[in-house]
């Protein structure tokens, strides 16, 4: 049986390996709160137009440095281009 490695709440991003930090970003994701996130349809298109976007790179908005997986959940969120917020919008 293979021993799971439990990841530390207080370590570096650096210090975990490519898988542990994959998967503690799902498990974020999976664990955010139902009353704090937006509906999964709205989750879906924010992720749509993310993914047409010149300005993401692995995941990560090159506007404002987050990751638009975690940024997206969030109802108050907004889309960072400053002159047009393509997240306009909330289908929710």
Not at 1 to 13: G, P, W, Y
Not at 14 to 23: C, G, N, Q, T, W
Not at 49 to 61: K, M, N, P, V, Y
Request: proline share 4%; hydrophobic share 25%; with cysteine.
């Amino acid at each position: 049986m293979q021993e799971t490695k439990k990841i530390c709440r207080r370590c570096l991003l650096a210090e975990l390996s490519e898988d542990e930090y994959v998967r503690s970003l799902k498990e974020y994701i999976a664990g955010y709160p139902e009353d704090k996130r937006v509906c999964e349809e709205e989750y879906r298109r924010r992720l749509g137009i993310c993914t047409d976007c010149e300005r993401l790179a692995d995941g990560i908005c090159s506007l404002c440095g987050c990751y638009v997986e975690l940024r997206a959940l969030k109802p108050n969120s907004v889309c960072p281009e400053p002159f047009d917020n393509k997240w306009k919008v909330d289908k929710c």
